[in-house]
Antibody, heavy 116, light 107 residues
Framework: EVQLVESGGGAVQPGGSLRLSCAAS????????MHWVRQVPGKGLEWVSA???????YYPASVKGRFTISRENAKNSLYLQLNSLRAGDTAVYYC????????????WGQGTMVTV | EIVMTQSPATLSVSPGERATLSCRAS??????LAWYQQKPGQAPRLLIY???TRAAGIPARFSGSGSGTEFTLTISSLQSEDFAVYYC??????????FGQGTKVEI
């Protein structure tokens, strides 16, 4: 079964840091671009980072310089380092995988809650 | 950044009725448009990608259309399990992926 499982969320003070993890299974992790998407409770979805198969990384302006995405293919794992956290970063954080070569996300984890 | 605008914010329909949801992009996204369904406490579920291609396992009552800046998600005959929030997402403006604010389909 293709699956993504996030962990590492929790409560942190403003200015603090947190590292989220996403364990992938059921597919060849190294072959896929991976993403993090967040959702403030009761609000919409916001893409917050992507990493390509070659390790290239991308961020929106809202988190660039504070968040760092990384991957460890040998462990089938995706990470998101959250630094200089603000109250506005409070959200459920999902990891997600593309369908094929498109930018549509067909595999999502269950999410992990970050409270700042 | 491409801004995605969905309408209406809330759509009230009865089971068995047809629902039509709209999504507009601030600039052309070609056919690089996806639709998701999200129920409370759950992750989003991909319904449609490429503006009109149903994802695996998605019932035929869900259909997508449009290209450029105007897109539509149609649910031909609403079932009880279809009451949820629906989001559109563009993935044309790589490497930036943006979502609409959502349309809540309620009874």
């Amino acid at each position: 079964e293709v699956q993504l499982v996030e962990s590492g969320g929790g409560a942190v003070q403003p200015g603090g840091s947190l590292r989220l993890s996403c364990a992938a299974s059921g597919f060849t992790f190294s072959n896929y671009d991976m993403h993090w998407v967040r959702q403030v409770p009761g609000k919409g979805l916001e893409w917050v980072s992507a990493i390509g198969t070659a390790g290239d990384t991308y961020y929106p302006a809202s988190v660039k310089g504070r968040f760092t995405i990384s991957r460890e293919n040998a462990k089938n794992s995706l990470y998101l380092q959250l630094n200089s956290l603000r109250a506005g970063d409070t959200a459920v954080y999902y990891c997600a995988r593309n369908i094929g070569q498109t930018g549509a996300f067909n595999i999502w984890g269950q999410g992990t809650m970050v409270t700042v | 950044e491409i801004v995605m605008t969905q309408s209406p914010a809330t759509l009230s329909v009865s089971p068995g009725e047809r629902a039509t949801l709209s999504c507009r992009a601030s600039q052309s996204v070609s056919s690089n448009l996806a639709w998701y369904q999200q129920k409370p406490g759950q992750a989003p579920r991909l319904l449609i990608y490429g503006a009109s291609t149903r994802a695996a396992g998605i019932p035929a009552r869900f259909s997508g259309s449009g290209s450029g800046t105007e897109f539509t998600l149609t649910i031909s005959s609403l079932q009880s399990e279809d009451f949820a929030v629906y989001y559109c997402q563009q993935y044309n403006n790589w490497p930036s992926w943006t979502f609409g604010q959502g349309t809540k389909v309620e009874i």
